[in-house]
């Protein structure tokens, strides 16, 4: 039996309970800081303008077949938020590879996809988003096996239907509160009806060309949906034609990723936003370092946010330099001696020959 007191300590604490799950509901933490600004986060998803990583996992220097320097982690921490990779078959494994595996071999996509997935972790306030050339047409049930295998499918963002106008995407804060942080967008094969959350490209964004090789322009390349009305991407990766085909050009990026002048980021910008009255929302860049933060001042200054990096951009590593990074089962030589890079053109030239129809996209 309890006692008249001990029944109204129960009491009190049923009710002080219930008093507590009442109160609990609505004071749920809000993000009050969403992709570093507390400004961005009633902002809608298609409203803001993020810098993405072109070939993000084809890393490595003195390499035809490679866009960036540094590794994801540190395009991250970096600011890059929209990370785009092209995915091949090898022998029923989806792949990271650069237009051949035998060209460049980034690794599989469940490594790259671990390696996200701890990011994401790591830093509770950030939107990302991951955009897949399906180069093989591998149905979107086996990138969901992929996703599954390292927790990326319950972050990931599946919209109410399969194509949203750019007004209609949920606030970056309502993104992060509910845990959806992961928006992973395909340009093939992708099917709304049996996985939700890999998104079609193509009806939700346009994108302008690619390969370009001398000025940059805004026309709408490629869409399957309503150019008006959907977000967009811009190709900004300068390219320089080796054999005809187009590569990576290192050598002008610091210009090319640059706020302001000729055929720099900033320059397509404005030209985009002077044709269409709003910004991009993803500017597709290589070797983003280049230019020491300016591709991020760019997409800030669209934000109407101030860039102000907490931690120090990584420094471009000069084309010929010995500290090679080259990616993960990366199929390149590796090495480091000064004749490396002269030797690297002559087998690169020689893979172009080998491969025949070498389109470096
Ligand atoms: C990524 O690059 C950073 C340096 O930029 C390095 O510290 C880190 O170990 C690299 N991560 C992997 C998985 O290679
Ligand atoms: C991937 O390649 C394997 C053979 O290596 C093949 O059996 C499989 O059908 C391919 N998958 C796709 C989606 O083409
Ligand atoms: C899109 O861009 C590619 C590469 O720059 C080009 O070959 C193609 O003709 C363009 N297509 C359209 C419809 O503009
Ligand atoms: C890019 O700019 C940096 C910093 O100003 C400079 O050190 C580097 O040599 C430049 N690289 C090229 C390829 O022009
Ligand atoms: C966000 O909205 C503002 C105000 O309408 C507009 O100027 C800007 O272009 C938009 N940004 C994007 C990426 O749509």
Not at 210 to 231: A, H, I, L, P, Q
Request: overall charge negative; some cysteine; hydrophobic content about 35%.
């Amino acid at each position: 039996m309890f006692s008249t007191t001990q029944t109204a300590r129960v009491a009190s604490f049923v009710l002080f309970s219930l008093f507590l799950g009442v109160k609990a509901s609505p004071s749920v933490p809000r993000a009050t800081t969403c992709n570093g600004s507390p400004d961005l986060c009633d902002r809608s998803f298609g409203n803001v303008t993020f810098v993405g990583a072109h070939d993000s996992y084809a890393v490595g220097i003195n390499n035809f077949a490679t866009n960036q320097d540094y590794n994801i982690t540190q395009q991250m921490n970096d600011g890059i938020r929209m990370l785009q990779m092209q995915t091949h078959n090898q022998s029923g494994v989806i792949q990271l590879c650069h237009t051949s595996c035998a060209l460049y071999n980034g690794g599989p996509l469940s490594t790259y996809l671990g390696t996200v997935k701890s990011w994401l972790d790591a830093n509770p306030n950030e939107v990302l988003s991951l955009l897949i050339v399906n180069s093989d047409d591998f149905p979107p049930t086996a990138f969901d096996t992929v996703f599954k295998s390292v927790g990326l499918d319950t972050m990931s963002y599946a919209p109410p239907s399969a194509s949203i106008p750019a007004t209609q995407w949920p606030t970056l804060g309502s993104l992060i509160d509910s845990g959806k942080r992961l928006l992973t967008f395909m340009d093939a094969e992708a099917d709304f009806t049996s996985v939700p959350y890999i998104i079609d490209e193509f009806t939700n964004i346009w994108e302008s060309p690619y390969d370009v090789t001398t000025t940059f322009d805004c026309s709408v390349n490629r869409t399957k949906g309503d150019s008006s009305t959907e977000m967009y991407l811009i190709n900004h990766f300068l390219d320089t034609l080796i054999l005809g085909e187009p590569a990576p050009d290192p050598s002008q990026a610091n210009q090319t990723n640059a706020v302001s002048g000729t055929n720099s980021l900033g320059a397509q910008f404005d030209l985009c936003v002077s044709e269409y009255g709003r910004n991009p929302n993803f500017m597709l860049v290589d070797f983003y370092e280049y230019g020491g933060g300016s591709v991020f001042e760019v997409a800030a200054t669209a934000n109407g946010v101030t860039y102000s990096p907490t931690t120090p951009i990584a420094t471009p590593i000069p084309q010929g330099s010995s500290t090679t990074s080259s990616g993960p089962g990366s199929s390149s030589p590796s090495g480091a001696s000064s004749s490396f890079s002269q030797w690297n053109s002559v087998w690169m030239v020689a893979s172009g020959i080998v491969l025949g129809a070498w389109c470096v996209v």
